[in-house]
């Protein structure tokens, strides 16, 4: 157990979507199951037959596009120092450019700009 005081919070925000997908999966599996039965008349169900080359061939192709398909941003973002992308550096404001001009988010402008500081205010650091 956590010495963490939210470790309880945590702990059920983390299991009660865990529980509700298992319910769901739960229902969609005796919906299955019924539509089975219903479909088959009742009869008895002697084997099932499952395509394990094709399966395997299918979790190869979807890993290959995977790691296919992630290998350009990880190339990207490996020639950044960390701190520049911590900070919000230049792949940061790349990718999100076009909020300014947004037309669906009116709000998105005004939440960039930077907020002056009061008259009798000064400046600690960089």
Same mark, same amino acid.
């Given at each position: ?53 094709? /399966? ?26 960390? /701190? ?43």
């Amino acid at each position: 157990m956590s010495s963490h005081p939210d470790s309880t919070v945590v702990d059920r925000q983390t299991v009660a979507p865990l529980s509700a997908n298992a319910d769901d999966a739960a229902a969609v599996a005796a919906g299955f199951g019924w539509a089975l039965i219903d479909v088959t008349g009742g009869m008895e169900i002697l084997s099932i037959v499952i395509p394990w080359p094709r /399966l395997a061939e299918t979790l190869v192709v979807a890993v290959a596009a995977g790691v296919l398909a992630a290998t350009w941003p990880a190339f990207r973002v490996s020639r950044v120092p960390v /701190l520049e992308l911590v900070r919000g550096g230049p792949l940061m404001r790349k990718s999100h450019a076009s909020i300014g001009r947004s037309k669906t988010h009116p709000g998105a402008q005004a939440s960039q700009m930077r907020t002056p500081l009061p008259s009798n205010a000064t400046m600690v650091g960089p």
